[in-house]
């Protein structure tokens, strides 16, 4: 069975520091790797995916991913968060089948 | 243009009741879903349907009867409410390539007392 496990519930952080909000796959095939955003009383939004070719993946706002098959991880990062960046964000996994897995999430919060 | 939208916003009824939540994307996709968010974020797939044809049905009561009339819109009706179907329903749609990514409406609050 696919899984996504995101250990992080929560990450609080201040403005203007690096953050990395971890996410590990559990899968037998292919994977394909999504990071999703979700901002209050909203719905999700796709922030990067990885499908194949290069491991590192960037969105335009500064956030990247790292696809490592040897540690079934995808972890996201970003160098300096900003206020906006408070947000709940969501790691996902696509196995072909036309159904997206999500993990449990991970509240980031970024105080001043 | 709202991509994916979802009627209503927020719904609030009692026990026993009877709903429908609407969703309509113009987005041209073949592929729409719904999704559950319980009250710890926590994101599960209920149904998908790929042009007006179930794909996935996901261990759902059978209380919750999706319909799609054609292929821009997916609708869940909920028979007979119970306290533990109160969460945030999500339709989303995607190209009959899913590894494009998904669209996702704004939810449904669904608070059932």
């Known amino acids: 069975a696919q899984s996504v496990t995101q250990l992080d519930s929560q990450v609080p952080v201040f403005e203007e520091a690096p953050v990395e909000l971890r996410c590990n796959y559990s899968s037998s095939v292919s994977v394909y790797l999504f990071w999703y955003v979700q901002y209050p009383n909203q719905g999700l939004q796709l922030l990067l995916k990885y499908l194949s070719g290069s491991t590192l993946v960037e969105s335009i706002n500064g956030f990247e991913a790292e696809f490592n098959k040897s540690q079934t991880s995808f972890h996201l990062r970003k160098p300096s968060v900003h206020i906006s960046d408070t947000a709940e964000y969501f790691c996902a996994l696509n196995t072909g089948f036309q159904k997206l897995v999500f993990g449990t999430g991970t509240r980031l919060l970024v105080s001043p | 243009d709202t991509a994916v939208s979802q009627t209503p916003k927020y719904l609030v009824t009692q026990m026993g009741n009877d709903k429908s939540i609407k969703c309509e994307q113009n987005l041209g996709h073949d592929t729409m879903y719904w999704y559950k968010q319980d009250s710890k974020k926590f994101l599960k797939i209920m149904f998908s349907y790929n042009n007006k044809e179930l794909i996935i049905n996901e261990t759902v009561p059978n209380r919750f009867s999706p319909k799609s009339p054609d292929k821009a819109h997916l609708n869940l009706h909920i028979n007979s409410l119970e306290l533990g179907d109160s969460a945030v329903y999500f339709c989303?749609?995607?190209?009959?390539?899913?590894?494009?990514?998904?669209?996702f409406g704004s939810g449904t609050r669904l608070t059932v007392v």
């Open positions: 989303a749609s995607s190209p009959r390539d899913s590894l494009r990514g998904y669209t």
